[in-house]
C-alpha cells in the first residue's frame, strides 16, 4: 500500500497556524505579486480563485486579510512535515512542498493497528504540531493514492482497497486523475471518457493504439498495477529535474515551439538553482497533437545549472528532432545526472570558469524574482514565435509589473 499526504490550502494554513487569530477568516496570499496565488477555505467559500487579481478580490470579499508569501515559513514547516511522516515510514518521498508518498507496505502489522487507525493517528499528530490540516488518500499505487487523498478535502482520510477500486473509480472524473492534465481531458471526455473507470476499462490495444507511454502507464496504474515506485531518497538526492509545457491547439512555427521549449529551460534550471544542483545530461521532447513523442538526449561538457549554456546544447537537439510541417502541442526539458552545484567541473577549454562568472547574473535575477515574481525578468529566446492562443504574460504568470526581456546570447535568441 502507499500513502499520499496533501496539506489543504497549505500556504495559508501556514500562515493561520503562526497567528490563530486568523483562524476561520477569509486569509488570501499574494499581495506581492498582486493576485491570489493560495487561499484559506473560507476564501474560496466567498468566491476567490486562483490569479484573481486583489482589487477584484477586495470588491468581493472586503474583509479578506491579504498576505505576502512567506516561503522560508512554508518551507519550515514543509521539513517538520516530513519528519513526522517519517515516524510511520522510513521509505517517503518528497512530491513537493506539501505533498509526499510514503510506501505503508506491512505497516499495519508492524504497528499491530488497521490502517484506517494509523492514518488517523498520523493525521492528528501533523495538525496538533504543525497546526496545518492535510488530506490523506492510501491505495495500492502512486496515482490512485494521489487521486483518493483528493477524494475529500480538507481533513480527508480516503482509503481505496483492490475490491473497492473499480467503484471508486466510476465516481472520480476524468480530468481530476494525476497526470490527466486540463489540456489531455477535453481529448478524453471527446471520446465519451467521463469517469476514471472510462479511462481504466479500455482494452490494452486500444491504449497502444491511440496513446503514448505514459498515458498507458496511467492506466496500468489505475488497473492496480504498480509501475511508479515510492522513491525513498530525499529530493537534495533526486536525480532529475522536469519542466513541460502544453499549448492548445498546437503549432507547426518552430520559432514560438523553441521559444516554449526556452521558458521550460529557465523554469528547470531556476529550480535547480534552489536545490544547488547542476544537470550534467540534458533531455527535450516534443510532443504532436497525436500524443507522440520525440526526444533528443546530450551529455554536457560540464555541470551547469545556467540556461544559456543548456540552450546551446538544446537547440542543436531541437534541430534533430523538430520536423517542419508537424503540429506540436508541448514542449519539455529534463535535467539528469544531477550533483551539488558547488563542485566546479574544469573542461578542456575553461569554459566551465566563464560559466561561473554568470552565476552572479542569475543570482540577481533569482532575488528578483522572489521579490516581484516569476519571470520578472527573463531571456528573449522565451518570446520568439507567434500562438494566437498562447495565454498573455499578466495572466499567466501573474506579475503586476511588467517583465524585462534579457537577450545575452543572440546566436540562441
Not at 53 to 71: E, K
Not at 181 to 204: C, H, N, V, W
Not at 266 to 277: F, P, V
Not at 297 to 317: G, M, Q, R, V
Amino acid at each position: 500500500m502507499i500513502l499520499h499526504i496533501d496539506g489543504d490550502a497549505f500556504f495559508a494554513s501556514c500562515e493561520v497556524a503562526i497567528n490563530p487569530a486568523l483562524r476561520g477568516k477569509p486569509v488570501i496570499i499574494g499581495r506581492e505579486r498582486g493576485i491570489a496565488t493560495a487561499f484559506t477555505y473560507e476564501a474560496k467559500a466567498r468566491g476567490v480563485s486562483r490569479g484573481m487579481l486583489m482589487h477584484q478580490i477586495r470588491q468581493l470579499c472586503p474583509d479578506a486579510v491579504i498576505l505576502p508569501g512567506n516561503f522560508r515559513l512554508y518551507g519550515i514547516l514543509s521539513h517538520r512535515m516530513f519528519a513526522i511522516v517519517r515516524r510511520y515510514s522510513d521509505k517517503v518521498e518528497e512530491y513537493s512542498i506539501d505533498e509526499c508518498f510514503a510506501d505503508f507496505a506491512g505497516i499495519d502489522k508492524a504497528l499491530g493497528r488497521p490502517f484506517p487507525e494509523i492514518l488517523k493517528s498520523l493525521q492528528d499528530d501533523l495538525y496538533r504540531e504543525l497546526g496545518v490540516t492535510f488530506s490523506l488518500g492510501l491505495a495500492d499505487t502512486k496515482v490512485l493514492a494521489k487521486i483518493a487523498s483528493k477524494w475529500k478535502k480538507p481533513r480527508g482520510i480516503t482509503i481505496i482497497l483492490p475490491e473497492e477500486r473499480e467503484e471508486f473509480l466510476k465516481k472520480f472524473p476524468i480530468e481530476k486523475v494525476w497526470g490527466i492534465g486540463r489540456r489531455t481531458s477535453p481529448i478524453l471526455l471527446g471520446r465519451g471518457m467521463k469517469t476514471a473507470y472510462d479511462f481504466a476499462s479500455q482494452t490494452e490495444e486500444y491504449m497502444k493504439k491511440n496513446f503514448a507511454e505514459p498515458q498507458t502507464e496511467l492506466w496500468h496504474e489505475l488497473r492496480g498495477k504498480r509501475l511508479f515506485r515510492v522513491h525513498a531518497e530525499g529530493r537534495d538526492a533526486q536525480k532529475s529535474i522536469q519542466k513541460t509545457r502544453s499549448f492548445p491547439p498546437g503549432t507547426t512555427d518552430s520559432g514560438f515551439l523553441f521559444a516554449e521549449l526556452s521558458r521550460n529551460i529557465e523554469r528547470a534550471c531556476h529550480r535547480a538553482r534552489r536545490h544547488r544542483l547542476a544537470a550534467r545530461e540534458i533531455s527535450i521532447f516534443l510532443k504532436t497533437k497525436d500524443f507522440r513523442y520525440h526526444t533528443a538526449d546530450a551529455k554536457l561538457p560540464y555541470s551547469t545549472t545556467l540556461p544559456l549554456e543548456i540552450l546551446s546544447a538544446a537547440k542543436n537537439l531541437f534541430r534533430k528532432i523538430y520536423q517542419p510541417g508537424t503540429t506540436y502541442r508541448a514542449s519539455g526539458i529534463t535535467l539528469r545526472n544531477l550533483i551539488p552545484s558547488d563542485v566546479l567541473q574544469l573542461d578542456f577549454f575553461g569554459s566551465a570558469e566563464r560559466g561561473e562568472k554568470n552565476k552572479g547574473l542569475f543570482r540577481s535575477i533569482d532575488r528578483l524574482e522572489a521579490k516581484f515574481g516569476r519571470r520578472t525578468v527573463h531571456l528573449a529566446s522565451s518570446m520568439e514565435g507567434k500562438n494566437p492562443y498562447r495565454p498573455r504574460e499578466s495572466e499567466e504568470e501573474g506579475n503586476p509589473i511588467g517583465r524585462m526581456a534579457v537577450p545575452i546570447i543572440g546566436e540562441v535568441c
